[in-house]
Every structure is written in structure tokens, then in C-alpha cells.
């Protein structure tokens, strides 16, 4: 029962790490790449 739960848990951070990489280099996004709304993130433009 020990090595199902340890499996299950190795299973899951494997997953886990596997989205996380997925993530990163998925998508070419501009800008600081936290999603915190910084002037890098968004798409401004300027009206004179």
C-alpha cells in the first residue's frame, strides 16, 4: 500500500512539473511573463 501511495505522489508531481515546462515554453508571450498586469504585459498604444 506504501509504494501505490509514494508512486501516486511521484506521479503527480510529475504531471505537476510536466504543465509547469508545458507553460513556460508554450506560449511567446511579451513581457515579465508573470501575468501581473505590468506595462510589459499589456498591449498599449498611444494616442497623441
Request: glycine share 10%.
Amino acid at each position: 500500500m506504501q509504494e501505490v501511495i509514494i508512486i501516486l505522489v511521484f506521479a503527480v508531481a510529475l504531471t505537476y512539473l510536466g504543465y509547469r515546462f508545458y507553460r513556460n515554453f508554450s506560449k511567446k508571450q511579451a513581457g515579465c511573463g508573470k501575468g501581473c498586469g505590468c506595462t510589459a504585459d499589456t498591449k498599449m498604444t498611444r494616442v497623441n
